[in-house]
C-alpha cells in the first residue's frame, strides 16, 4: 500500500477506492453511464469494478449486478449516473451497502430548479444522518493517475491520456475543468489527480485542496472555483498547503457570493469581493491565475524547477532585441536584473569578445563562431553571480538537433552543479526534445513573456510563504468587548467615542446643542476650530457643506452654528440633527483613511489608503485580513503608494508611521470585536503627522436587525 492509499484524510476514499460500483452502467461506452467503466478499463485500474444494471447480466465484458446487496463483499465507492428522481433511492441502497465515498455524477438537481434543489438537500440530509459522504451533484468525477482510476464520464479522455505527474486540478466547473488538464495533457504535463465538485452539496473545492495539501503524489494544486461558502476554511487550506511546500494556483471563475455590499462607507464601495479575493490569496500563499495559460505555465515551472532563493536574474541571449524584451518584462513582473560585477563581465569578454551588455547579456548571432562558448559564458555567469535565477534565450538553437543536443548534454551538467538555481531555456522546441530538458530539471518557454511572467510567480509564492497570515481570528481575545447595538449606525460624536475604547487617538471634542455651548467648547478648545453637523442619518458631510473649518473668534462659530443648522435643515430627506461638533482645527499631516469592510466570504478586512476626498478618485488603498499583527500592519501601509508621503518624500520630513501601525492594530481589534454586527467603519480623515496622528471624522454603522 502506498503512502498516499494510507492517507487518512476523509477524501482519501474518493481518490484510492479498492472498488467501485457504477449505479446506472450501461454496456453502450459512448453513453454517460458507460463512458466511466470503459476509461477504468482503459486506464488499467486494478480494482474491483461493479456494473448495477437490472436488465444485463454483463455490462462491457465485467458481471453486472442486479443492486448494491448483490454484490459479495465490501465496496469502497459508488458513482450514481441515473436520472435525478431515482438518486434518492440510489443513495439509501449506498447506505445499505455501507458504502461512505459516493460520487453522484447525475444532473438535474439545483442547477437545474426550485425543485431540483429539493431533491440536492434530500440527498445532503439522507447522506448526513448515515455518515456518508457526498461529491456533486452534477460533477463530472475523479481521475487519480497514478492508480488509475478514472471515474469520470468526461469526454476529454476519449481523444486524451493523462500521464502520471505531480500537478492536480481541483474545480467546481466540470467544463472548465475538462478545458485546463486537456490542455495540460496536450502540453504532456504529468497529472496526479483530477477532481469536478458540481454542485457542492457536501464536498468543495476548498475542501479538495485540503485533501490534495496532504497527498504526496500532489506537487502543485490548480484550483478554480465560483464560489466559497466558508472562507476561513478557504484560508486554512491554503496555508496548509503552503505549509506543505505545495503551491497553489487559483482561478475564480465567475461572482463568488457576495451577499449584501455596504455601500454607506467608502470602505465598504471601494472593497468588493475580487480585491478581497486577491488580498486572501496573497496573505495565505497563493497565486491567482487570470487565464488558464498562466495556470498551466506556473503548474509547468513549479514541477520542474525548485522555488527561486532570490528574485535576482540573468538574461543570456543571441538576440539583443529579445534580451531588452524580457529586461522589460523583468521590471513589469517584479523580477530584478541588476548589472554583473565588472570583474565577471572581465572574465566573460574573455570567453565572448564581442559579448554586448551588462545583465542583459548579448552574444550576437556571432556565438556560433565560437566553440564552446555558449555553454562556458553560461557555467561562468551561474557560477560568477549569487544569481538564483537564469533566462537563456536561443533563438532557433532547440530546432536544430545536431547543434542542441552538445549543447543539452553541457546545459545538464551545469543544471547538476547548480541544483538551486533555475535555469530556464527559451526557444521553439519539439515535444520530444522538452521531455528530455526535463529530465535534466530544465525547462523550456517558447515565448520570453510567458517564461518571465511563470517564474515572477514562484518569486511572488516564495514571498507570500515567508510573510504567511498568522491564522483565524480569536474569538475569547482577551479584553474583549462585547457589541451592544440599538440603532443602524452612530453619529460621529458616538463612533469616535467606541473607537477612542479601543485606543485611537481622538482629538478633545465637545458636542454642543446650542450656540452659547459652541462658543464656549471652542473658548476651551483654543482657536481655530472646527464646526461639524453631527447625525446618525448623514454619513458624508462634506457633501452638503456640513463642516466649516478655520473658525478663528466665537463670532464666527456662532455663525457657523447657525449656517450648519440652516444648511441641514434644507436636505431632501430631514435627517434627525444630534448637535455641532466643535473640534480643534489640526493642521498640517498626510490625510488617509482607515476601514474595516465586512466581506461576507472572509470576514472583517481592515483597510488603509490615501484619505480626504481623493479615497474614490485615486483608489490608492489596500486591505489585510483581521486579526493584523504589527508586521502585517506595516506591510499593508508599505503597500500603498502614497505611502511615500510618509517616509519623507523628496526631502518631505518622516512622518509617525509607528503611530499609524498601532492605530491600525487597534482597529484590528475593534473589528474582531464586533465584526458580528457590524457593516462598515470609515475613519477620514485620519491625519498621520510628524508625530502623532488624529482621526478626524468616522462613520460606524451596522447591519440591519442588530
Not at 261 to 272: D, E, K, P
Not at 667 to 680: I, R
Given at each position: 500500500?502506498?503512502?498516499?492509499t ?32 470503459r ?8 480494482g ?6 437490472r ?19 465490501d ?62 451533484p452534477?460533477?463530472?468525477g ?7 482510476y ?7 479522455l ?10 492536480s ?8 475543468g ?54 476561513n ?28 455590499q ?11 469581493n ?5 488580498v486572501?490569496c ?17 503548474a ?13 536574474a ?38 565572448v569578445?564581442?559579448?554586448v ?8 548571432a556571432q ?36 547543434r542542441f543536443?552538445p549543447l ?8 547538476t ?21 526535463e ?34 481570528p ?6 474583549r468587548?462585547?457589541p ?22 481622538v ?6 446643542e ?11 478648545i483654543?482657536y ?35 449656517q ?13 440633527i ?42 490608492d ?49 475593534f473589528?474582531?470585536d ?33
Amino acid at each position: 500500500m502506498t503512502s498516499a492509499t494510507m492517507n487518512s484524510h476523509s477524501l482519501n476514499q474518493f481518490f484510492n477506492p479498492r472498488s467501485v460500483a457504477i449505479i446506472g452502467a450501461s454496456s453502450d461506452p459512448a453513453k454517460l453511464g458507460g463512458r466511466p467503466i470503459r476509461f477504468l478499463l482503459e486506464a488499467g485500474y486494478e480494482g474491483d469494478i461493479y456494473p448495477i444494471n437490472r436488465r444485463a447480466e454483463t455490462v462491457q465484458g465485467l458481471k453486472a449486478y442486479a443492486c448494491l446487496a448483490d454484490i459479495p463483499g465490501d465496496v469502497d465507492q459508488a458513482l450514481i449516473i441515473v436520472p435525478a428522481s431515482a438518486a434518492l433511492d440510489a443513495l439509501q441502497d449506498c447506505i445499505a451497502k455501507n458504502i461512505k465515498a459516493v460520487q453522484v455524477l447525475s444532473s438535474g438537481f439545483s442547477e437545474e430548479s426550485a425543485h431540483g434543489l429539493v431533491r440536492q438537500n434530500q440527498l445532503v440530509d439522507l447522506a448526513k444522518r448515515h455518515g456518508v459522504r457526498l461529491l456533486g451533484p452534477n460533477c463530472l468525477g475523479i481521475v487519480s493517475v497514478r492508480n488509475r482510476y478514472f471515474a469520470t464520464f468526461s469526454t476529454a479522455l476519449e481523444a486524451l491520456t493523462p500521464s502520471p505527474g505531480g500537478i492536480s486540478f481541483a474545480t467546481q466547473s466540470g467544463a472548465f475543468g475538462s478545458c485546463a488538464y486537456a490542455q495540460a495533457i496536450q502540453r504532456g504535463l504529468g497529472i496526479a489527480r483530477i477532481v469536478a465538485t458540481g454542485n457542492e452539496a457536501d464536498i468543495d473545492v476548498t475542501e479538495c485542496i485540503d485533501f490534495l495539501a496532504s497527498d504526496t503524489q500532489t506537487k502543485v494544486i490548480c484550483a478554480a472555483i465560483e464560489g466559497c461558502r466558508d472562507g476561513n476554511r478557504l484560508r486554512a487550506a491554503l496555508l496548509k498547503a503552503a505549509a506543505a511546500g505545495k503551491p497553489v494556483v487559483l482561478m475564480k471563475v465567475g461572482s463568488s457570493v457576495t451577499g449584501q455590499q455596504a455601500v454607506a462607507t467608502h470602505t465598504g464601495a471601494i472593497a468588493g469581493n475580487d480585491r478581497i479575493f486577491d488580498v486572501v490569496c496573497q496573505e495565505c500563499g497563493a497565486w491567482r491565475a487570470y487565464s488558464i495559460e498562466e495556470m498551466l505555465d506556473i503548474a509547468y515551472v513549479c514541477t520542474q524547477l525548485p522555488l527561486p532563493a532570490n528574485d535576482c536574474a540573468s538574461i543570456i541571449t543571441v538576440s539583443g532585441g529579445i534580451g531588452v524584451l524580457m529586461a522589460d518584462d523583468a521590471e513589469r513582473y517584479g523580477v530584478k536584473v541588476p548589472a554583473v560585477s565588472e570583474h565577471l563581465q572581465q572574465q566573460a569578454r574573455k570567453v565572448v569578445p564581442f559579448l554586448v551588455g551588462v545583465n542583459p547579456l548579448d552574444t550576437t548571432a556571432q556565438i556560433g563562431a565560437i566553440k564552446q562558448g555558449l555553454p562556458d559564458l553560461i557555467d561562468l555567469v551561474i557560477g560568477g553571480t549569487e544569481f538564483a535565477i537564469h533566462f537563456i534565450y536561443l533563438a532557433q538553437i532547440p530546432c536544430d538537433p545536431g547543434r542542441f543536443l552538445p549543447l543539452l548534454e553541457q546545459l545538464a551538467a551545469i543544471r547538476t552543479n547548480y541544483p538551486e538555481r533555475l535555469i530556464v531555456l527559451v526557444g521553439p522546441s519539439e515535444e520530444s526534445l522538452r521531455k528530455q530538458l526535463e529530465q535534466q530539471g530544465l525547462v523550456i518557454f517558447a515565448d520570453p513573456g510567458r517564461a518571465m511572467r511563470a517564474v515572477a510567480a514562484l518569486c511572488e509564492l516564495k514571498r507570500r510563504w515567508l510573510t504567511l497570515h498568522p491564522g483565524l481570528p480569536d474569538p475569547v481575545r482577551p479584553g474583549r468587548h462585547r457589541p451592544d447595538v440599538g440603532k443602524p449606525a452612530l453619529n460621529e460624536w458616538q463612533a469616535k467615542r467606541l473607537l477612542a475604547q479601543y485606543g485611537l487617538p481622538v482629538p478633545i471634542e465637545a458636542l454642543c446643542e446650542s450656540a452659547a455651548e459652541a462658543v464656549a467648547a471652542s473658548r476651551d478648545i483654543g482657536y481655530p476650530v472646527v464646526a461639524k453637523i453631527v447625525s446618525s442619518n448623514i454619513q458624508h458631510k462634506t457633501e452638503f457643506g456640513g463642516v466649516l473649518l478655520n473658525l478663528q473668534n466665537a463670532g464666527q462659530v456662532q455663525e457657523a452654528f447657525e449656517q450648519l443648522l440652516e444648511a441641514a435643515g434644507q436636505l431632501s430627506d430631514k435627517p434627525s440633527i444630534e448637535g455641532v461638533l466643535i473640534a480643534p482645527m489640526i493642521k498640517g499631516g498626510i490625510e488617509t483613511i482607515l476601514g474595516i469592510h465586512i466581506d461576507p466570504t472572509f470576514g472583517p478586512m481592515v483597510m488603509f489608503g490615501l484619505g480626504g476626498v481623493a479615497v474614490e478618485l485615486y483608489d490608492d488603498v489596500a486591505f489585510a485580513s483581521v486579526p493584523l499583527s504589527k508586521a502585517r500592519a506595516g506591510q499593508l501601509v508599505r503597500s500603498v503608494r502614497a505611502c511615500r508621503l510618509l517616509t519623507g518624500w523628496r526631502g518631505q520630513k518622516m512622518h509617525d508611521i509607528q503611530a499609524l501601525e498601532s492605530a491600525l492594530l487597534s482597529l484590528s481589534d475593534f473589528a474582531q470585536d464586533w465584526a458580528p454586527v457590524l457593516e462598515g467603519v470609515d475613519i477620514n480623515p485620519f491625519v498621520v503627522m510628524e508625530s502623532g496622528t488624529a482621526c478626524l471624522d468616522a462613520v460606524i454603522s451596522f447591519r440591519k436587525g442588530t
